[in-house]
């Protein structure tokens, strides 16, 4: 679904006569930062105690959503974008 989202709101930037830009940067956003990080914990989880030493990628990957969520703004902030959008 990310992906997804993700490709929707390339495609509405390129064309904007497809949809709404702001609307689906918005979802995207939403949508990607939540599965990055469910995906990171749970590959923490999978691979164990050796998911936050340096030799396995899982603790970048955790580090780098939790960069990215905060970086530009939380998902809260978003959700609350996004239900204005809509409403």
């Known amino acids: 679904m990310a992906r997804a989202a993700v490709w929707r709101a390339g495609a509405t930037i390129d064309q904007a006569g497809v949809g709404d830009p702001a609307r ?11 599965a990055a990080m469910k995906n990171a914990r749970a590959s923490i989880q999978i691979h164990g105690g050796m998911g936050y030493v340096w030799e396995m990628a899982p603790h970048y990957y955790l580090k780098r959503a939790w960069v990215l969520a905060t970086s530009f703004g939380g998902s809260e902030e978003y959700e609350e974008q996004l239900a204005h959008q809509l409403g």
Not at 24 to 34: E, N, P, R, Y
């Open 24 to 34: 689906a940067v918005t979802s995207a956003k939403v949508v990607a930062g939540d």
